[in-house]
């Protein structure tokens, strides 16, 4: 079974920048692709970014130029570095393995105000 735990959400000033992490248990890492989503309320869960086993990495429109996601596959870590934060980046934020079957995190809170 696998677990994935995120850390690193908070209260941001718009303009600001937070670091989400997380963390994988339970089945092979390297070999799935990664991806962070975010639901804001009222609203539909969307793709923000993922990363291939093999490091190729895709960003929704809106974040493009101000987030940038990485794996450390050694530590089982995916991370989401969020720069230039906007008040319509607030949101629940979710990591995602794909490994055929998909796994998610229970969600960090990134609340960015104006």
């Known amino acids: 079974q696998v677990q994935l735990v995120e850390s690193g959400g908070g209260l941001v000033q718009a303009g600001g920048s937070l670091r989400l992490s997380c963390a994988a248990s339970?089945?092979?890492?390297?070999?799935?692709?990664l991806a962070w989503y975010r639901q804001a309320p009222g609203k539909q869960r969307e793709l923000v970014a993922t990363?291939?086993?093999?490091?190729?990495?895709n960003y929704a429109d809106s974040v493009k130029g101000r987030f940038s996601i990485s794996r450390d596959n050694a530590k089982n870590t995916v991370y989401l570095q969020m720069d230039s934060l906007k008040p319509e980046d607030t949101a629940v934020y979710y990591c995602n393995l794909d490994l055929g079957l998909s796994y998610w995190g229970q969600g960090a809170q990134v609340t960015v105000s104006a």
């Open positions: 339970g089945r092979p890492f390297s070999i799935g692709t």
């Open positions: 990363i291939t086993s093999g490091g190729r990495k």
